[in-house]
């Protein structure tokens, strides 16, 4: 999904409470790896605030690209129906930095972004105004979710895309992944300015797979930090500086499913088989559709 896929990368290589009222709903570190190699690691946080309503997006992205060192971090906000509030945007690719300051207004025909883009050397400030139905793209998955998350679903929309401002059409459809029938996994077929991509999300919408087939680039929800981040560097300046703190990671499925203990009957009559006993989102492993089966779902 958008927030977990690594966009300025594709297109280069082709409950726990943070304050009394906000909640996070999903945290966790991800591998990120290119045609097999590992290159880096994501940290993804979504919070919820009960007393503003307003849901919140954070990620913060090291990686190796051809071209030199990706970092990214986003920070951005919406409203209980994700309706776009606010953005903060921030990346360096080798020696070229970027950064976007965005924010909404809401209007009786559409809402109107005013934002900010500035590299280092220049800055210009732009203004759009865009249809009510418009989204930041890195809430998709919880506005497919809010919708609908049932396999067969298809969705057709229109998004922000964080990293350059501009509206970009896109798709998905959901299915259902073959042999998670009764896990509660299901397979996300997306679309979005071009790159094609397929994702393994649970009931909850956390993603715990995302791949772009021809790009090569994977991104994997690990049960620990370390498991991501080992052998790249770990700014926690800047890191504490996008989320407040360092996060955890431990606020998804993949790591309560790590965390639970082991049965205590150890007779042989109740122990599990190895399929059984294995962690289901452990084993899932993404195969990409035959042609022509992507998000258009032909």
Do not use: C, W
Not at 130 to 157: A, H, I, R
Not at 200 to 212: C, L, P
Not at 258 to 273: F, H
């Amino acid at each position: 999904m958008k927030p977990l896929i690594l966009t300025v990368l594709f297109l280069i290589f082709s409950g726990i409470s943070v304050f009394a009222a906000e909640e996070i709903m999903f945290e966790g570190y991800y591998r990120v790896t290119a045609s097999g190699k590992p290159i880096g690691y994501t940290i993804q946080r979504y919070t919820f605030d009960s007393t503003k309503k307003q849901f919140t997006s954070k990620y913060y992205v090291h990686a190796k690209s051809p071209v030199g060192m990706v970092t990214e971090s986003l920070t951005a906000v919406s409203n209980d129906q994700f309706q776009p509030l606010s953005y903060q945007y921030t990346s360096q690719v080798g020696t070229q930095l970027k950064s976007i300051d965005a924010k909404f207004e809401q209007t009786k025909t559409g809402q109107v972004m005013s934002y900010t883009v500035a590299n280092g050397q220049q800055r210009q400030t732009l203004q759009q105004t865009l249809s009510k139905d418009v989204f930041l793209s890195t809430f998709q998955t919880y506005l497919m979710l809010q919708k609908g998350f049932n396999p067969g679903t298809k969705f057709d929309f229109e998004a922000i895309s964080e990293e350059d401002g501009q509206v970009q059409k896109g798709q998905a459809l959901i299915k259902q992944e073959p042999g998670f029938e009764d896990k509660g996994i299901l397979r996300i077929l997306s679309r979005f300015k071009n790159i094609e991509s397929v994702a393994n999300a649970n009931i909850k919408g956390e993603v715990i797979i995302v791949e772009s087939p021809v790009q090569k680039i994977k991104q994997v929800l690990t049960p620990v930090a370390a498991d991501a981040t080992k052998g790249f560097n770990f700014n926690t300046k800047t890191i504490r500086y996008v989320f407040g703190n360092i996060p955890t990671g431990q606020v998804n499925q993949m790591a309560m499913n790590k965390s639970q203990p082991e049965p205590a009957n150890n007779s042989a009559s109740a122990q599990p088989s190895e399929q059984e006993s294995a962690a289901p989102m452990n084993n899932i492993k993404i195969n990409p559709p035959k042609a022509g089966q992507q998000a258009q779902g032909n």
